[in-house]
């Protein structure tokens, strides 16, 4: 235990305001991910207070986690699918029923004889109060480690300011910008991602892409802060190493709306395709432009989660009428779109247990951020089994190099980097279809993924330790 006290004692040492001093590195509230909605259950099963530990295990019987997740405004649903595949995850190594409250507060899931206490915290998708939060967190509630944060601005600023400085091991997503685990100034030996990121997106979606369809130039848009900018990067490095020509670039702000001009632009520009590296704030609209314009070229790029598939299903039933058909969909020039996760692209077990787990538990079917997490719990708890320990270096050592065991994605479905502590996992293309009956009430949009187009394994998905793009070397 010396090795916790220690960073404990430095972090009272050096105290907040020490610790704000790097504020100003990181921009705050970047978002990461494709879209957000705010359906879904609020009511839980979560019990509440703190547990005793024990004295089983190394560290005790029982390990505390600081969980920061938005889970509250306008993109809760962010932190509400993150949370509900991280504790599906628990759940599923317990043989339990998940928590069901996605709200700031103590919830306890045990599996086995270890109970592990979740100390729940709200970001706000705000750098400033995920440092904040991620400071209490360690400095006053003595959690063994850390989990979370969907922005990509907050978790690279508690990277440099509370989990580095402090040895605090962090399990971190569904923040997907590629940098966090290839940057040298966040790649981190205490720093993991089980959640896929934007150059997974790229490398295999983009690829399919250039070798499989009719494509040769491409032009590239993306929101102007760190996820956009991730976005256009590793796709202009993987289109382009697969022979495509980009013949333009642009970022735009969040939420820009004006898209008439900028897509007759990359049509001047005799673009085969175009690239939208956007979330909610900003995709919808680009969608609903091209969509009602009379463009040559086909959009392609990540697929989104419920909302932004809400928003485009409703705009595609204006354009082509209800109902929807495969064929209508076909002539819209739409996709097809990658895939880091949806209900219908893994057939397993393990992922038929999860969907239906989680369908009862919130409603709604797991969605695109929901496989990660949830192996990110799932591999805590391994860590805890194999090293025989709760103590946060112990669990962080055996999570390094880990094939986690039980995943959506099926047995030893992510294994953990070497040299950059990111896990990679296979990925999945999917065209637009509209959603099946089946689907009608736990989807709630007018269009959902197909079944795989294709399947790109887990090998194949993520940035070679000896890629140009690589900046880390644990």
């Known amino acids: 235990m010396e090795r916790i006290v220690s960073r404990r004692t430095l972090l009272r040492a050096t105290g907040a305001a020490g610790i704000v001093g790097l504020a100003g590195c990181s921009s705050g509230g970047e978002n990461t991910t494709t879209d957000t909605t705010t359906s879904g259950n609020d009511g839980g099963t979560g019990t509440t207070g703190t547990t005793t530990r024990g004295e089983t295990m190394t560290g005790g019987n029982s390990m505390k986690i600081g969980v920061l997740q938005p889970v509250s405004g306008d993109l809760k649903y962010y932190g509400q699918q993150a949370l509900w595949g991280f504790y599906s995850g628990l759940a599923y190594k317990g043989d339990t029923d998940p928590i069901g409250k996605a709200a700031t507060g103590n919830y306890t899931a045990t599996v086995g004889d270890v109970d592990f206490e979740l100390v729940v915290r709200d970001t706000k998708f705000s750098a400033d109060t995920a440092q904040s939060k991620a400071t209490d967190l360690v400095k006053n509630e003595e959690v063994d480690m850390l989990f979370g944060l969907t922005s990509s601005g907050a978790a690279g600023r508690v990277i440099q300011t509370v989990a580095g400085p402090t040895d605090t091991p962090l399990m971190t997503g569904p923040a997907a910008s590629a940098g966090l685990t290839s940057n040298s100034d966040t790649c981190n030996n205490n720093v993991f991602r089980a959640s896929e990121n ?277």
């Open 198 to 474: 934007t150059a997974m997106d790229a490398r295999s979606g983009g690829k399919y892409v250039a070798q499989q369809n009719d494509v040769s130039s491409v032009y590239l848009f993306g929101a102007d802060y760190s996820f956009g900018h991730a976005v256009v990067e590793n796709y202009k490095k993987v289109l382009q190493d697969n022979g495509v020509d980009i013949v333009g670039e642009k970022y735009v702000p969040q939420g820009y709306s004006e898209w008439d001009g900028l897509l007759k632009n990359a049509e001047d520009a005799g673009a085969d395709g175009v690239v939208g590296g956007f979330t909610v704030a900003t995709l919808p609209q680009m969608f609903t432009s091209y969509l009602q314009g009379d463009y040559s070229y086909t959009v392609f790029g990540g697929f989104a989660t419920q909302i932004t598939n809400n928003v485009v299903g409703q705009t595609l039933q204006k354009v082509l009428g209800k109902p929807l058909t495969k064929e209508k969909l076909q002539q819209t020039g739409l996709g097809p779109f990658t895939t880091r996760y949806h209900w219908n692209q893994y057939d397993n077990d393990i992922n038929s247990s999860f969907v239906d787990t989680y369908t009862k538990a919130y409603g709604v079917v797991p969605d695109l951020f929901t496989s990660g997490t949830f192996t990110a719990a799932s591999a805590i708890v391994q860590a805890v089994q194999e090293s025989g320990s709760t103590d946060g270096a112990a669990v962080a050592e055996a999570l390094r190099g880990m094939t986690v065991t039980d995943t959506p994605k099926g047995k030893n479905g992510y294994e953990f980097q070497k040299y950059n502590n990111q896990a990679r996992s296979a990925m999945t293309v999917a065209d637009v279809v509209p959603t099946t009956d089946e689907y009608k009430d736990s989807w709630g949009a007018p269009v959902m993924p197909s079944d795989p187009v294709a399947t790109i394994a887990k090998d194949k998905t993520t940035i070679p330790a000896d890629a140009p793009g690589m900046g880390c070397s644990l």
